[in-house]
């Protein structure tokens, strides 16, 4: 047996950027860019029987004449566009809006682009006349938000097709149909496919508090989010047995997450021993849970998905 696996993957990104300050207190940044990306992935198997030796290590050496040579290989390309665009007046006042415009070979004709945008704000309070009196130990509070949408299209190609296997007469592991008396290759039929494939969509929605005091040492970050899944890409409803297939993959379900994080550090530097020494230490803590909010599923079967569920719940004594 020997067998050959090659992935070829290419990735081109190219930007240009923009950046200015004008009127001493107004600072603007533009940036826009290109993404392409491309896998090709290549698989060869032969087999061979009928081995001079058992310990050979190369098909030459098997002189039997049933053999077997198998191929496969997929493509998959991603493309899009993208930009982002930052403004700040006096450093107090923060405004960030994104967007990428993006295009998948996963999907079919009709749903292969997505426009994904987001935004977010934020307010540097340290940086107010009325915060003056903490100008000796606040060196950064800042308060922001956020909302932005990103697309998933991380499943196998060829999803939305109908593929069909054919067995090979003269492979080792042959055929089950007999006619008159010899082996022959046949093709199955198709599974059941989706009517339709698209981009998972995932849009936060986002809070969150940034403190650094005395002189950066200790530093504080907390964040809440709630996190909206649509189009999520899982396996369909069950389906009667007597249809003879199983049920496809496609954008059945939608989910939604809450979840928080907090994050506490301190770090400092000194002289040990005549030479400088510095240090940290940094402890996170965070939570969420996730309830799918749509799914398919009029018996309530407990066995998939279902309106209300939450992710990772047990059943049971």
Same mark, same amino acid.
Do not use: C
């Given at each position: 047996?020997? @067998?050959?696996?090659?992935?070829?993957?290419?990735?081109?990104?190219?930007?240009?950027?923009?950046?200015?300050?004008?009127?001493?207190?107004?600072?603007?940044?533009?940036? %826009?860019?290109?993404?392409?990306?491309?896998?090709?992935?290549? !698989?060869?198997?032969?087999?061979?029987?009928?081995?001079?030796?058992?310990?050979?290590?190369?098909?030459?050496? %098997?002189?039997?004449?049933?053999?077997?040579?198998?191929?496969?290989? @997929?493509?998959?390309?991603?493309?899009?566009?993208?930009?982002?665009?930052?403004?700040?007046?006096?450093?107090?006042?923060?405004?960030?809006?994104?967007?990428?415009?993006?295009? @998948?070979?996963?999907f079919p004709q009709n749903s292969?682009?997505?426009?994904?945008?987001?935004?977010?704000?934020?307010?540097?309070?340290?940086?107010?006349?009325?915060?003056?009196?903490?100008? /000796?130990?606040?060196?950064?509070?800042?308060?922001?938000?956020?909302?932005?949408?990103?697309?998933?299209?991380?499943?196998?190609?060829?999803?939305?097709?109908?593929?069909?296997?054919?067995?090979?007469?003269?492979?080792?592991?042959?055929?089950?149909?007999?006619?008159?008396?010899?082996?022959?290759?046949?093709?199955?039929?198709? !599974?059941?496919?989706?009517?339709?494939?698209?981009?998972?969509?995932?849009?936060?929605?986002?809070?969150?508090?940034?403190?650094?005091?005395?002189?950066?040492?200790?530093?504080?970050?907390?964040?809440?989010?709630?996190?909206?899944?649509?189009?999520?890409?899982?396996?369909?409803?069950?389906?009667?047995?007597?249809? /003879?297939?199983?049920?496809?993959?496609?954008?059945?379900?939608?989910?939604?997450?809450?979840?928080?994080e907090l994050s506490l550090s301190?770090?400092?530097?000194?002289?040990?021993?005549?030479?400088?020494?510095?240090?940290?230490?940094?402890?996170?803590?965070?939570? !969420?849970?996730?309830?799918?909010?749509?799914?398919?599923?009029?018996?309530?079967?407990?066995?998939?998905?279902?309106?209300?569920?939450?992710?990772?719940?047990?059943?049971?004594?």
């Amino acid at each position: 047996k020997e @067998s050959l696996q090659l992935t070829t993957y290419i990735a081109t990104n190219a930007y240009a950027e923009f950046e200015d300050t004008f009127a001493e207190k107004h600072y603007f940044k533009a940036l %826009a860019g290109y993404n392409y990306e491309q896998q090709d992935y290549k !698989s060869t198997y032969s087999e061979r029987n009928g081995l001079l030796m058992p310990d050979a290590d190369n098909i030459n050496f %098997a002189l039997g004449d049933v053999m077997s040579i198998t191929a496969g290989g @997929s493509r998959w390309r991603y493309v899009g566009a993208f930009f982002r665009f930052n403004y700040a007046y006096d450093d107090r006042y923060l405004l960030e809006v994104n967007g990428r415009y993006d295009g @998948s070979s996963k999907f079919p004709q009709n749903s292969k682009w997505g426009f994904f945008p987001s935004a977010s704000v934020g307010w540097r309070l340290s940086e107010e006349k009325f915060m003056g009196w903490s100008e /000796g130990w606040l060196d950064n509070f800042k308060i922001r938000a956020s909302i932005g949408s990103l697309g998933n299209a991380n499943i196998d190609p060829y999803q939305y097709l109908e593929t069909m296997t054919a067995t090979n007469s003269a492979s080792i592991a042959k055929s089950s149909v007999i006619i008159n008396g010899q082996n022959v290759p046949y093709t199955s039929v198709p !599974s059941l496919i989706p009517d339709d494939i698209t981009w998972e969509k995932v849009t936060t929605y986002n809070i969150g508090l940034d403190l650094d005091l005395f002189h950066n040492r200790l530093s504080f970050t907390g964040d809440y989010y709630r996190r909206n899944t649509t189009d999520l890409y899982t396996v369909g409803p069950n389906l009667p047995q007597v249809l /003879g297939s199983a049920a496809p993959y496609g954008n059945y379900a939608s989910l939604k997450t809450k979840g928080w994080e907090l994050s506490l550090s301190w770090r400092d530097s000194f002289n040990l021993g005549g030479k400088p020494f510095s240090y940290s230490i940094k402890g996170m803590l965070w939570d !969420s849970r996730s309830w799918i909010t749509d799914y398919y599923n009029e018996t309530g079967d407990l066995t998939t998905y279902y309106k209300g569920m939450e992710i990772g719940e047990i059943w049971g004594f």
